[in-house]
């Protein structure tokens, strides 16, 4: 199941976005605390964070930059009032933030933000899980190259295949009646 965490000091914005992404089948996990949303999500799996830019204590981009280090594949949004262009910047480029909605957001927007969202997490992960086979199976024909490198200068020949006009092998000179 896919695990949404919610950051925002205001409990009335908490309650509306659970509220409004509630039918999406997600476990939606509030928190009004930015520590304690980083204490319980490092012992957690989670998916996605959508925090408030602005908090006591800690900024969205600090609690999304230490999320980062926790989930490094996570997604990373921030949800703001306001939309000074330095802040989205920092947020950019510190915590790695996915998108910068303002309030108030339209539910309908932000729940297709965040099935976007998802689905590039996804194949971000499966882009990664490829690149590993690939490297893998390099690893394995660079083995097998060094083997064939070996048997050819051991048996100079033994590599080499005669074919016929149709691709066959052809092994019409290796028997002689």
């Not at 690939?134 to 295949?161: C, F, H, M, N």
């Amino acid at each position: 199941m896919t695990t949404i965490a919610i950051v925002d000091d205001e409990i009335s914005i908490l309650n509306a976005l659970k509220r409004s992404l509630r039918r999406q089948g997600w476990e939606i996990l509030c928190y009004s605390d930015p520590l304690l949303a980083i204490t319980e999500l490092s012992q957690r799996h989670f998916d996605l964070v959508l925090s408030d830019f602005r908090m006591p204590g800690m900024t969205g981009v600090e609690l999304l930059q230490k999320l980062k280090e926790i989930r490094p594949d996570s997604i990373r949004i921030i949800l703001s009032g306001q939309s000074d262009m330095g802040d989205v910047l920092d947020a950019i480029n510190k915590a790695e933030v996915y998108r910068f909605i303002l309030k108030p957001w339209n539910d309908d927007e932000l729940t297709v933000t965040l099935h976007n969202a998802l689905r590039y997490s996804e194949l971000l992960i499966e882009n990664k899980r490829l690149a590993e086979i690939v490297r893998a199976q390099r690893s394995k024909l660079d083995q097998q190259l060094i083997e064939l490198k070996r048997l050819e200068k051991d048996s100079p020949g033994i590599t080499r295949l005669n074919l016929d006009e149709e691709g066959m092998i052809d092994l019409s000179d290796e028997y002689e009646p």
